[in-house]
Structures are given as structure tokens and as C-alpha cells.
């Protein structure tokens, strides 16, 4: 759906006013998330950027439906996505968002080719065995379908990610942290391999990432402290308790002196 009833573009993705908390232990609430607004174009790709901890893979979580949000707005194409259940929240995942997890998440009993199948089954479609050759073939492992994901190497395994994540023709891909635990060697590789596929899938790419070394090739760049205010809180705070932490320091190093001049004085 690319527009609605008045003829107006309809956003990919459109956020608006999300929040998301954890419980603390003292019976707190941590706030994670509170976004006022974010949206994304179909087809286009955008590169989230924000230090660990600032909530890029809860974000990721929330729009995917791994976990529910507190409250607010999430919409695909339109559709509301607050307030679906869990199984309906999976049915939508698998059907019209891929996932490139930092981990990687391959099942590790099955081959490659396997995996990619499986990534089919969990949308309710038929397995279409030469699209997943297809996506193979082009992430590079032609000759690395049968193998275990043990038997890969780790640029390999984030390969097969992508391929999977591709699997059901998404209009969405959300990519967390996918050169995380790829060696330098093959970061550009993957980050290359991502922005191309998406792109000749006409497929829209959200990725989050804390290296600026990924950022720098994306046209469209968001500071995560920007568009999330608890973000921004937190940052704010880490500041705050760094300079309350270098002046305690300095306190520290001007009372050793006074007492090493002291005793200096005493001795003399």
C-alpha cells in the first residue's frame, strides 16, 4: 500500500510518540525508548547510530514485534502495528520484515541452503528451493550450501544471515549491528553485500550500528540521541557523571599533593 484513501504517500515505517521501559530491581521503571517521531520511505536506507546502550536493538525488537512497546504508534505501510498479539506480531515479521542478527542465529543442525529454506516455512509459504540457491549465490557461498554453519567462517554465517533475512521478499530489512563480529577485512564486504541486495530487491534497510566506518556509506544518517529523548537522557547523564568523576580525580590528585608536601615539610 503506497498510499492512502486522500492520495497521499503513505510512509514504510512510520513511529510515533514510542515508548518502551524495563522494570528495575528496586521497582523502578528504565525508560529505554521515547521516541517523538521517525520515518522511512520504501525503498530507502537509513543508518541508525548510537553507542551501546542507547536502545538500537530494543528499537529493533519493538518494530520487528519481538517485544511490545509500552505504547505509541508503529505503522507498515500504513498499518497499525500496536496492539496486534504476539502470534499475529510473528505472522507480520516473517511475512514482511527480514532480520540480520549481530549473532547471527543460524540454526546449527542445518545446512545453509537449509536455513535460508526454513526462514520460508516460518512466513506459511512454499519452500521455494531455487530462490534460496539464488540468494546463496549471490551473498558468494554457491559452493557453501551444504555446509554447517560450524563449518563456515564467521563472514560466511553473516552471509547466510543476510540471504535468510531475504528469504520471503520483505518490504523491510532490519539489520543489527551486522559487522559487529566480522572481522575488519570483511566489514565493507558485508555492509556492501546488505546495501546492494536490499537495493536490487527494493527492499528498505534499517541499520543500526555504533561504527562510523559503516555510516559513513549510507546517504542518510540519524544520531539515535536525537530521535530518542531517553537516549539523549542517558548520554546527557553519562556526561554529567564523567565530569563529576574527572573533578573528584583532580580533588584527589591536589589532596595527595598537599599531604606529599606535607610529610615533605614534616621530614625536613
Known sequence: MDSNDSGKRVPMLEITDLKKSYSEPGGGKLMILDIPHFRMDYGEQVVLRGESGGGKTTLLHVI????????????????????????????????????????FNLLPAFSALENVRLAMTFAGKKMDASRAEELLRRVGLHDRM??????????QQQRVSVARALANRPKLLLADEPT?????????????????????????????????????????????????????????????GAGLDAGSSSRGREGLGAGNTSASGAAS
Request: charged letters at 25%; hydrophobic letters at 40%; one cysteine or more.
Open 64 to 103: 520487528s514485534g519481538l517485544v511490545a512497546a509500552d505504547s505509541g504508534s508503529i505503522r507498515l505501510e500504513g498499518v497499525e502495528l500496536q496492539g496486534f498479539s504476539e502470534a499475529k506480531r510473528d505472522r507480520v515479521r516473517a511475512s514482511k520484515m527480514g532480520y540480520v542478527f549481530q549473532t
Open 180 to 240: 559487529a563480529n566480522v572481522d575488519p577485512a570483511n566489514q565493507d564486504r558485508i555492509v556492501e553485500l546488505i546495501q546492494q541486495t536490499c537495493e536490487e530487491e527494493k527492499v528498505a534497510l534499517l541499520l543500526v550500528t555504533h561504527s562510523d566506518e559503516v555510516s559513513k556509506r549510507f546517504g542518510r544518517v540519524e544520531q539515535l540521541k536525537t530521535i530518542n529523548r531517553a537516549a539523549a537522557l542517558t548520554a546527557s547523564m553519562t556526561a554529567v
Open 146 to 155: 551444504d555446509y554447517l554453519p560450524s563449518q563456515l567462517s564467521v563472514g
